[in-house]
Structures are given as C-alpha cells and as structure tokens.
Nanobody, 123 residues
Framework: QVQLVESGGGLVQLGDSLRLSCAAS????????MGWFRQAPGKEREFVAR????????YYADSVKGRFTISRDNAKNTGNLQMNSLKFEDTAVYYC????????????????WGQGTQVTVSS
C-alpha cells in the first residue's frame, strides 16, 4: 500500500500559478503510476493529469493542457502538479492518486487517494 498526502493548495488570483505536491509513503512510490484529479462543488470528480511510473509519459485533460505540468521525483517519493495561468474554473479540491494496473484517465484505475487540497481562484 501507499499513503498519499497533498499540499500546496490555497487561494490565488486569476492568472496566478500554484504548485501542488503529493508526498507518498509506504510501498515504493515508483511501483505506481500517478494521477491528479479534481472535484468542484456540485460536480463529479474529473481527471486532470497522469504520469507513468518512470515519469517519461504524461497525459492531460484538454482543459488544462498547456497550463498544467505533472511531474514526479521517485527518489523523493513525491509527485507535483504545476498549475499556471489559473482560471476560475480551476477552482476545486485536487486529489493525487496512485495505481498499479491500468494506466488510464479513469478514477477507477487508481487504488490509493490522498485527502485532497483546496484550490480557489478568485478575482
């Protein structure tokens, strides 16, 4: 098993940047692919970005492509989500997740989840 703890959320202004981190503990972090999801009030949880075990392959939701960058440091057991040019619609609770079987955009492919960190974009 792996335990995940997100950090770095907060209140930012439109157009600002924010960097989320996901600290992993437990089983070897490099054994898992990793993803970021988000959930806005009244909406379903949605895929944001994912990265494979080595960090060589990444995928993004169309809504964040070109603005967000997912990365990982297996030596430090951390994953990151760099968010630039933040928009109002990026306001949500952001979750990091880890999985080991099917590397997809679906939340059902991820077995372990953090508690989430709130990101709020204001004017």
């Amino acid at each position: 098993q792996v335990q995940l703890v997100e950090s770095g959320g907060g209140l930012v202004q439109l157009g600002d940047s924010l960097r989320l981190s996901c600290a992993a503990s437990g089983r070897t972090f490099s054994s898992y692919y990793m993803g970021w999801f988000r959930q806005a009030p009244g909406k379903e949880r949605e895929f944001v970005a994912r990265i494979n075990r080595s960090g060589s392959v990444t995928y993004y939701a169309d809504s964040v492509k070109g603005r967000f960058t997912i990365s990982r440091d297996n030596a430090k057991n951390t994953g990151n989500l760099q968010m630039n040019s933040l928009k109002f619609e990026d306001t949500a609770v952001y979750y990091c997740a880890a999985g080991s079987y099917y590397f997809t955009d679906s939340a059902s492919s991820y077995d372990y989840w953090g508690q989430g960190t709130q990101v709020t974009v204001s004017s």
